[in-house]
């Protein structure tokens, strides 16, 4: 499946007729402000505190054609954030989806104080095979609650499926000789846009709760599950029951914890959020599309932050079944010598959808391989340097002498068809620069960057990357030692010329131009 965008809205038109927006004030306002992200613009839309009534302000977009999409991942994700709520009478935020059907509610959100931007990144499983349209809704649950939600950077589009072909370039080199060494893999084609919905793990034993947790501040409540069979799957949504504990009264903010219950590494964590009742079900709770590739068991975890007295809520329902082995962990989030499991025969009422892959990555098998070497002295020239059979992953190129060379891998098959790999940028360095260069040089590859997947030579010296576009805004930031350790992934950066910046940990800078092809 090609890739095709259906919205890509940054509001930086200042205009709601650019993408056919239908808007609605109600008795309450909206607008494009100067107030959001990347090209400092957003949609401004509620209710202010002299505003009266119950009217909705809604925010609507023209139909689509999402007919020939069937399988997938039909990517929906935008950035979100309340300004000025009234803590008390709950400003809403509604996410609605029409698929020809009427009008279905996606997502509701209920902060209950001012917050940071957040992102919603999920599947429109609900548009997939269908036309459809979007509404953003400010409402709010008295005539008198105000507050400003701010939309931004919203995106709707079938990704296409995009080839895997890493290559890894390094220099072998001493005073008198230089090589250069390669090291690729076969071909892979993602899989990622085949996910479907067909696994949600029900972590109770029945349908209804018989018992609460009591639950404390900065505590964890929840269960685990073996994430073994899901490692190229994505977290989709959260759905978990809470009930009142003693005569609490009202809506409770609470996070959503993604722990390794083997390290007690926090992995993730969502929210605050609010919840929509004072008990019952909570649904839908995006988890945006989230992989745990190097996590065999994975917790999830409610963390309440409304403090009353000795306990804290929400109050997380359980399960119990004394015929049934199932665990309920309970952990101390910000003390490591705090652990333990509630029940052994009562589980928490916890279900998590997941998007499973007819598998990641598929391999492709190609007949041969041909290595391609460009001297970056010269005019650009890419030449064939030698071409292996198809067992062969790596080649030394040992006809190299000081300088930058830039390589690719050309994947042939029996068709006549190809594939190249990504380019892999390596200085060759003189003798006497050999040492220094081993031990303090970072060097980004590939660059080009043909796929989305950035990696640094010596990621140890690195304290913090920055990418920027030629205007000067940041794109991508990260001081995440995991992911500059491994790689970074560029999935939202579109194509074009870059300028990173690298942060060595002795503060010194590095200033190269990054190429997003």
């Excluded at 909206?30 to 839309?45: C, F, H, L, N, Q």
């Excluded at 000795?310 to 652990?339: D, E, G, K, Q, R």
Aim: hydrophobic share 35%; proline share 5%.
């Amino acid at each position: 499946m090609n890739a095709q965008t259906f919205l890509k809205e940054d509001w930086s038109s200042g205009q709601f007729s650019t993408n056919q927006w239908t808007t609605n004030s109600g008795n309450g306002f909206i607008s494009i402000s100067d107030e959001g992200t990347a090209y400092s613009k957003a949609v401004s839309m509620g209710h202010n505190s002299t505003q009266q009534g119950i009217d909705s302000v809604t925010l609507t977009t023209k139909w689509y054609d999402a007919s020939s999409i069937t399988k997938g991942i039909l990517l929906f994700k935008f950035n979100y954030r309340l300004l000025n709520p009234d803590t008390t009478r709950w400003p809403l935020l509604k996410i609605y989806c029409d698929n020809g059907t009427g009008w279905q509610k996606l997502y509701e959100m209920t902060f209950d104080s001012t917050m940071n931007w957040q992102e919603i990144k999920t599947s429109l499983e609900i548009a997939k095979g269908h036309q459809f349209r979007l509404m953003w809704v400010a409402a709010r649950e008295a005539d008198t609650a105000y507050g400003t939600w701010l939309i931004d950077d919203i995106v709707v589009d079938a990704p296409s499926n995009e080839t895997y072909f890493p290559l890894i370039a390094s220099h072998d080199s001493t005073s008198n000789t230089h090589k250069v060494k390669l090291k690729w893999q076969s071909p892979r084609k993602s899989n990622s846009t085949t996910a479907l919905i067909d696994s949600t793990l029900k972590l109770h034993n029945s349908p209804d709760p018989v018992d609460i947790f009591a639950e404390n501040l900065k505590w964890g409540y929840g269960s685990y599950f073996d994430n073994r069979p899901f490692k190229t799957a994505f977290l989709y949504e959260l759905s978990f029951h809470h009930g009142i504990y003693y005569n609490f009264k009202g809506r409770s903010r609470y996070n959503i914890n993604l722990v390794n219950p083997n390290n007690r590494e926090i992995l993730k964590t969502f929210g605050p959020f609010t919840t929509t009742k004072e008990s019952g079900w909570e649904r839908n709770i995006p988890l945006n599309l989230i992989q745990f590739e190097n996590v065999d068991t994975l917790a999830v975890l409610i963390e309440p932050l409304d403090y009353n007295y000795l306990f804290c809520m929400p109050a997380l329902s359980m399960s119990f079944n004394p015929n049934t082995y199932s665990i309920s962990l309970v952990m101390s989030l910000y003390n490591n010598s705090v652990y333990g499991f509630h029940h052994d025969a009562a589980g928490p009422m916890l279900e998590i959808k997941i998007l499973t892959s007819e598998g990641k990555l598929v391999p492709l098998s190609p007949i041969s391989y041909e290595v391609n070497r460009w001297e970056q002295s010269m005019p650009l020239n890419y030449t064939t340097m030698a071409t292996v059979d198809s067992s062969s992953y790596s080649f030394t190129d040992d006809e190299v002498s000081p300088n930058w060379y830039s390589y690719y891998i050309t994947a042939k098959y029996a068709d006549g068809k190809t594939i190249n790999s990504d380019t892999a940028n390596i200085q060759v360095p003189t003798g006497q620069a050999i040492q220094e260069l081993d031990q303090n040089r970072v060097t980004v590859y590939p660059n080009p960057l043909r796929g989305r997947t950035l990696q640094f030579t010596n990621p140890q010296v690195i304290h913090s990357i920055t990418i920027k576009d030629m205007l000067g805004r940041t794109v991508y930031s990260t001081e995440n030692k995991e992911q500059i350790n491994s790689a970074i992934h560029l999935s939202d950066i579109p194509t074009g010329n870059y300028v990173i910046q690298i942060l060595l940990t002795d503060n010194k800078w590095i200033t190269n131009k990054l190429i997003v092809l």
